[in-house]
């Protein structure tokens, strides 16, 4: 099977579309669209661009020379149709996005690279694990979510923030590069967890033939996803800083003020920290409610199509953010493709670019007042 048929084939099925469907969509046999699939035939130019529009799709991910990459949950969390649309979406924008990041570095000439750290998991060895990581990233055992964005970009691991279906917190994938999607809903704290866990995803996991993840919230049963979780959690609050922990705060951790206070202490999540005291035997999760309301996640129901990112510098990547400016400003990419390559509104895309340009003339204008 050739690269097209692959991507259409992996797109088809992820979208919930039947062969019947888009052969009515393009006045063809459902019999000629079989063949598409097998390799067989190829659809010309303006079939292609039409089962693109049906799809959501560009005809260039579509064509790609290699097999798209493909984000495959391991286990069924949709329950109903509009829900499983919904993912299908994601994760097809998601093997979008990867290509488009082909493209891009393409155009500048850039060469891809992932990150550099791979290490191989152990119950045993996590403190030290954790404690590589951390001094391999520069940063100190407290971390906020910023600073450990910009220590990840410092290895070249892109970060996005997406609009995401709300039972997925997160997406990971390594290939040519280092991609990690963030759920941009949910509050600062627990994408903090969320980043931590990818991580443990690109730093354990994804190597070989496996090169993506999709994080769900509440899954506790898969072993890679209950690792993510155990290395995020030690990142976070490490052993030795849980342990002074328990000796300062003792019984007192077992009240809600206690507890609450453990949780700024280490800037996590409520979640984050019933999880590690969880991990100690200090609480068990029929007590959740006695500490903490959960925060209630935005209803899981279809949306209208809309873009991923609403804040281009929030939510991009700062290097491709840069290489997308760059290519615009040198007339190397057009306004609709710089718009296409972020998942970003056209208009986001053109105030971001005027505002940019106002930026050097006033600097432009300051400097040459200051001579």
Not at 20 to 38: C, F, G, I
Not at 39 to 65: I, K, N
Not at 355 to 364: A, F, H, R, T
């Amino acid at each position: 099977m050739n690269a097209f048929a692959a991507n259409l084939t992996a797109v088809r099925h992820r979208l919930g579309k039947s062969q019947k469907e888009l052969a009515a969509r393009l006045h063809v046999s459902a019999s000629l669209v079989s063949k598409w699939e097998s390799g067989e035939r190829v659809p010309d130019e303006t079939q292609c661009w039409e089962m693109g529009r049906f799809f959501g799709v560009t005809q260039s991910f579509l064509r790609a020379e290699r097999p798209a990459v493909n984000f495959q949950p391991r286990s069924q969390v949709a329950r109903d149709g509009g829900e499983k649309l919904d993912f299908g979406v994601a994760l097809t924008d998601a093997g979008q996005q990867i290509h488009f990041l082909h493209e891009v570095w393409q155009r500048t000439e850039q060469l891809p690279r992932r990150l550099s750290l791979e290490l191989h998991w152990s119950d045993q060895m996590l403190p030290q694990l954790a404690t590589t990581v951390r001094q391999f990233l520069r940063l100190n055992t407290r971390v906020t979510y910023d600073e450990l964005r910009e220590a990840l970009a410092e290895q070249e691991v892109l970060v996005f923030e997406w609009k995401l279906p709300p039972k997925m917190s997160g997406l990971s994938c390594q290939s040519d590069f280092s991609v990690i999607f963030v759920n941009s809903r949910m509050p600062e704290r627990v994408k903090l967890f969320t980043l931590c866990h990818e991580l443990a995803h690109l730093l354990f996991h994804l190597r070989g033939t496996e090169q993506t993840t999709v994080s769900v919230m509440a899954t506790r049963n898969d072993p890679k996803e209950k690792e993510a979780n155990h290395f995020a959690a030690e990142f976070l609050m490490p052993k030795a800083e849980i342990a002074l922990l328990l000796a300062q705060s003792g019984s007192r951790l077992k009240t809600q003020p206690g507890f609450l206070a453990a949780a700024d202490r280490f800037g996590v999540s409520n979640e984050a920290m019933f999880y590690r005291l969880v991990q100690h035997g200090i609480l068990s999760y029929p007590q959740k409610e006695e500490f903490f309301t959960s925060v209630k996640r935005p209803a899981a129901q279809p949306e209208p199509a809309g873009p991923r990112i609403s804040d281009l510098e929030k939510h991009l990547p700062r290097k491709l953010l840069t290489h997308v400016v760059e290519l615009v400003k040198a007339e190397k990419a057009s306004m609709g493709k710089a718009a296409e390559w972020t998942f970003a509104a056209r208009d986001e895309v053109e105030s971001y670019l005027h505002q940019l340009s106002e930026d050097v003339m006033e600097l432009g204008l300051a400097e040459a007042e200051g001579m």
